[in-house]
């Protein structure tokens, strides 16, 4: 069984205490502040214990944690796209499948906040920018042509980023081999460090503040249709194209609960599973990985701001001509074989 380490709820006291000695110029105020601090929330936990609260307050701290205690039983076979209509044998790391979330969000909604109100009134308010550090993800869903320019757009329209400071890269991850003599290629006909047979999948990787991975999460469930189809599911087939997310931590990271919320905004399309390397390629579903044993390895430059397969994806110049921009200014990508038949133009 997969399982994640899941704190008791009433640790929260002693974790949320020690943020407080920072804050404060002398001993005395850190002191004073707190005894009150401890106070208030005794008389909010008293509170909620009084109007039969308790649940409510458990609630909370199963939904704040709920990717663990999810993951804690996840050796369940998928059991069907929906309807139950087929067997993936050997999955046993599916993390939550809709119903069960859409049950867990809607029973527990009025209780959850109720208890969440009292509990928020009291924790310490944190300096602007601690949840902002920066973060390396990634997001698979088939061919990264498209997927890249979509996330290029993420980055513009919610972090305000210029051409120039844009992070979002082509590339392959998700394989249980890494990288071959420090290559990971896209195919071609020398056969050297091809991604495929790697184990890799396409995989667009980005910097971005882990305080801002939600919406860029929400921007990927939104790649999928309306039955949890990604947009090539019919033409591009196979592990090279499979559905997956990079998150430091992987399923054990905050992140993953982020994830899972993303999918239920966007209409609940997508069941999660851990990533182990080498999955399969499966619909409707997608593979947390963690980046720290999954790293994303960047693609060729010829792969980089590329138009799509579709009529509509025929992006313009000043998108295609970033890759150049950036390798002007000294990025490196790599010194891959150009292409399959060395043309370096749409894989050729």
Same mark, same amino acid.
């Given at each position: 069984?997969?399982?994640?380490?899941?704190?008791?709820?009433?640790? /929260?006291?002693?974790?949320?205490?020690?943020?407080?000695?920072?804050?404060?110029?002398?001993?005395? +105020?850190?002191?004073? +502040?707190?005894? $009150?601090?401890?106070?208030?929330?005794?008389?909010?936990?008293? &509170?909620?214990?009084?109007?039969?609260?308790?649940?409510?307050?458990?609630?909370?701290?199963?939904? &704040?944690? @709920?990717?663990?205690?999810?993951?804690?039983?996840? +050796?369940?076979?998928?059991?069907?796209?929906?309807?139950?209509?087929?067997?993936?044998?050997? %999955?046993?790391? /599916? /993390? %939550?499948?809709?119903?069960?979330?859409?049950?867990?969000?809607?029973?527990?909604?009025?209780?959850?906040?109720?208890?969440?109100?009292?509990?928020?009134?009291?924790?310490?308010?944190?300096?602007?920018?601690?949840?902002?550090? &920066?973060?390396?993800?990634?997001?698979?869903? =088939?061919?990264?042509?498209?997927?890249?320019?979509?996330?290029?757009?993420?980055?513009?329209?919610?972090? !305000?980023?210029?051409?120039?400071?844009?992070?979002? $890269?082509? @590339?392959?991850?998700?394989?249980?081999?890494?990288?071959?003599?420090?290559?990971?290629?896209?195919?071609?006909? +020398?056969? /050297?460090?091809?991604?495929?047979?790697?184990?890799?999948?396409?995989?667009v990787?980005?910097?971005?503040?882990?305080?801002k991975?939600?919406?860029?999460?929400?921007?990927?469930?939104?790649?999928? #249709?309306? #039955?949890?189809?990604?947009p090539?599911?019919? !033409?591009?087939?196979?592990?090279?194209?499979?559905?997956?997310? !990079?998150?430091?931590?992987?399923?054990?990271?905050?992140?993953a609960?982020?994830?899972?919320?993303?999918s239920?905004?966007?209409?609940?399309?997508?069941?999660?599973?851990? @990533?182990?390397?080498?999955?399969?390629?499966?619909?409707?579903?997608?593979?947390?990985?963690?980046?720290?044993d999954?790293?994303?390895?960047?693609?060729?430059?010829?792969?980089?701001?590329?138009?799509?397969?579709?009529?509509?994806?025929?992006?313009?110049?000043?998108?295609?001509?970033?890759?150049?921009?950036?390798?002007?200014?000294?990025?490196?990508? =790599?010194?891959?074989?150009? @292409?399959?038949?060395?043309i =370096?133009? =749409?894989?050729?």
């Open positions: 069984p997969v399982s994640g380490r899941v704190p008791p709820h009433y640790d /929260i006291l002693p974790f949320v205490l020690p943020q407080l000695i920072p804050s404060y110029p002398t001993m005395m +105020q850190q002191r004073m +502040q707190h005894r $009150r601090y401890f106070a208030s929330t005794a008389i909010s936990l008293i &509170l909620l214990l009084v109007q039969g609260g308790a649940d409510a307050f458990q609630a909370t701290s199963t939904s &704040l944690l @709920g990717v663990s205690n999810r993951l804690r039983s996840s +050796q369940t076979v998928l059991a069907g796209q929906r309807n139950g209509s087929h067997n993936d044998e050997g %999955v046993d790391n /599916i /993390i %939550v499948r809709s119903s069960s979330r859409r049950s867990f969000f809607t029973q527990q909604a009025p209780s959850i906040l109720a208890a969440a109100t009292i509990v928020a009134n009291t924790l310490p308010i944190l300096p602007a920018n601690a949840e902002d550090d &920066l973060i390396d993800v990634y997001f698979g869903c =088939g061919c990264f042509w498209h997927v890249q320019h979509e996330f290029v757009e993420a980055e513009r329209t919610i972090l !305000g980023r210029a051409d120039d400071e844009l992070t979002s $890269r082509a @590339g392959y991850a998700g394989g249980k081999a890494g990288a071959s003599n420090g290559k990971v290629c896209y195919h071609n006909a +020398q056969n /050297i460090a091809d991604y495929g047979k790697l184990g890799h999948a396409e995989v990787s980005m910097r971005i503040p882990s305080s991975f939600e919406e860029f999460a929400v921007e990927y469930c939104k790649l999928f #249709d309306k #039955d949890g189809n990604r090539d599911q019919f !033409g591009d087939r196979g592990t090279e194209y499979r559905n997956v997310v !990079g998150i430091p931590g992987g399923k054990s990271s905050p992140l609960e982020s994830l899972v919320k993303a239920l905004k966007t209409g609940d399309k997508l069941d999660f599973a851990v @990533g182990k390397g080498d999955d399969r390629d499966l619909a409707k579903v997608s593979f947390i990985m963690d980046t720290a999954f790293p994303a390895f960047g693609a060729e430059q010829y792969h980089q701001f590329h138009d799509g397969f579709k009529l509509d994806e025929n992006y313009p110049n000043s998108y295609n001509s970033l890759a150049g921009k950036f390798a002007q200014k000294g990025e490196d990508f =790599g010194k891959c074989p150009n @292409g399959m038949i060395g =370096g133009i =749409g894989g050729l």
